[in-house]
């Protein structure tokens, strides 16, 4: 039996034939990769929110300030996952030769990636696929697999973030790229390597246009995010490392 991406929610979650779980590739690489500058988004998205709603603030009491204040991070993150969501779910449709119905607020971003289609021509292979490595006990779900009319065949992320692609983004499709098996239309286990993937692209796609970007899936980018998720897992499991505290000897008498 092949195994299967089960959706949770909000969230999604991969189980292996025999019911055990797969690690998801996202978050082994939010769990293993140091993201200091989310320390500096966070301070700036807070003193942003306190700026722009000073009088709103004033009005309210000092607990109501400072909840509000803590919040306005994650209200934040939620509206960028939200978008992130939504461009990419018309982004597998329209990639499919699909007519869609966009939303007023997502129109510059519908409009930029119509715009790479146009300009570079990709013929879909694979869409919002699931893969999987046994071996190395990881899944998760590709954006897409392409055919370029330059014959190549590339594995193509997008990306909406306002401040572009992450290094980590190479982790990301190198981890795909170095999966054993997909999932068909049909729900079957086929063999990631007769895809015959020979690189991959990022594409930064936002109102005002889009950037792509060449993305390294090299082997040795492999072999980092293998790295990646070993450090990811055993920080996870790190509670033995501390024993309990010790009492001081007992002095003769």
Do not use: C
């Amino acid at each position: 039996m092949p195994f299967k991406r089960r959706n949770a929610g909000k969230g999604h979650y991969y189980v292996d034939e025999d019911g055990s779980k797969f690690d998801g590739v996202t978050t082994l690489l939010s769990d293993g990769v140091p993201k200091p500058a989310l320390i500096n988004w966070a301070a700036n998205t807070t003193a942003d929110y306190a700026v722009d709603h000073w009088d709103e603030l004033s009005r309210n009491t000092i607990s109501e300030r400072i909840n509000k204040l803590r919040r306005a991070r994650f209200a934040e993150r939620d509206r960028a996952a939200k978008r992130g969501t939504e461009v990419h779910a018309l982004a597998e449709r329209l990639i499919r030769g699909e007519e869609v119905d966009v939303p007023d607020e997502l129109a510059g971003h519908v409009e930029s990636y119509v715009k790479f289609l146009d300009e570079w021509k990709p013929v879909a292979v694979l869409v919002e696929t699931p893969v999987a490595n046994r071996r190395w006990r990881y899944a998760g779900t590709l954006d897409a697999v392409v055919d370029m009319p330059d014959g190549r065949r590339l594995l193509v992320d997008i990306k909406t973030a306002r401040s572009g692609i992450f290094p980590e983004t190479a982790y990301q499709l190198a981890a795909y790229a170095g999966a054993e098996v997909y999932l068909d239309a049909d729900g079957n286990e086929q063999p990631m390597n007769e895809l015959g993937i020979s690189g991959a692209l990022g594409i930064w796609v936002r109102a005002d246009g889009y950037d792509l970007y060449p993305v390294d899936i090299t082997e040795s980018t492999h072999k980092t995010f293998l790295h990646i998720a070993h450090v990811a897992r055993k920080t996870k499991d790190n509670k033995s490392l501390i024993g309990e505290a010790l009492a001081p000897p007992e002095v003769a008498a």
